[in-house]
């Protein structure tokens, strides 16, 4: 029994990195507005870390940073944002690419176990699918503050704004896209996983309940 319920996650897993991978590589995973991209990649590591938890969303929020990084030198699109970063400091670019996505995936999965306890199963998923657009931007421009706050590229995007106006209005209306398709799109899968008996770490709590 537990082989089978490895295998279905795994499964899972496997499709949702296939699927940030085709995300990556082809317009499906970004719309490119300015210097930022509303991204759906947060999707399919929102899933990973409803059907895996922290560790499997972690692993996709690690593939996830992984192809964004490799935008910033034109593998799988390109990002205008990315290409300066990379070209002030290459390794700061992988840490402020990666790293969020990584921390992004891990607590989610930490997220959606905590609001289930108490949740539905559509409302955690679409809790979880929130907190999973909303986590990667936060932690993405924090990164983006802490690691280049101090270039001249990035003090003339906060134009002398303090952080937090700087992070609201930059965002704008790409994170408020990108949190609702993520909130919607994730609570409708989640949904489905579960009916098709894809999530077995949930059974024995449903039947209890």
């Known amino acids: 029994m537990n082989r089978k319920l490895t295998t279905s996650q795994l499964t899972i897993l496997g499709l949702m990195t296939a699927l940030l991978l085709l995300m990556a590589y082809t317009p499906l995973g970004y719309l490119n507005i300015g210097p930022l991209a509303i991204t759906f990649n947060v999707i399919p590591v929102a899933v990973s870390a409803i059907a895996l938890g922290p560790v499997g969303g972690a692993i996709a929020g690690g593939v996830f940073g992984l192809t964004s990084f490799l935008q910033c030198i034109g593998i799988g699109g390109t990002s205008a944002m990315g290409v300066v970063l990379f070209e002030?400091?290459?390794?700061?670019?992988?840490?402020?690419?990666?790293?969020?996505?990584?921390?992004?995936?891990?607590?989610?999965?930490?997220?959606?176990?905590?609001?289930?306890?108490?949740?539905?199963?559509?409302?955690?998923?679409?809790?979880?699918?929130?907190?999973?657009?909303?986590?990667?931007?936060?932690?993405?421009?924090?990164?983006?503050?802490?690691?280049?706050?101090?270039?001249?590229?990035?003090?003339?995007?906060?134009?002398?704004?303090?952080?937090?106006?700087?992070?609201?209005?930059?965002?704008?209306?790409?994170?408020?896209?990108?949190?609702?398709?993520?909130?919607?799109?994730?609570?409708?899968?989640?949904?489905?996983?579960?009916?098709?008996?894809?999530?077995?770490?949930?059974?024995?709590?449903?039947?209890a309940a």
């Not at 906060?158 to 949190?179: D, L, P, Q, Y």
């Open 88 to 207: 002030i400091n290459p390794i700061l670019a992988f840490i402020q690419r990666f790293v969020p996505r990584v921390l992004d995936g891990l607590l989610i999965g930490y997220i959606f176990n905590a609001v289930r306890r108490h949740q539905s199963i559509y409302i955690a998923c679409a809790v979880t699918g929130f907190c999973s657009a909303f986590l990667n931007t936060l932690f993405f421009m924090l990164a983006l503050v802490v690691l280049y706050g101090n270039t001249e590229y990035v003090q003339g995007l906060m134009g002398g704004k303090n952080v937090i106006v700087f992070i609201c209005t930059f965002v704008g209306i790409n994170a408020v896209c990108e949190m609702l398709s993520s909130t919607i799109l994730t609570g409708a899968v989640g949904a489905a996983l579960y009916k098709a008996r894809f999530l077995p770490a949930l059974k024995q709590k449903s039947q």
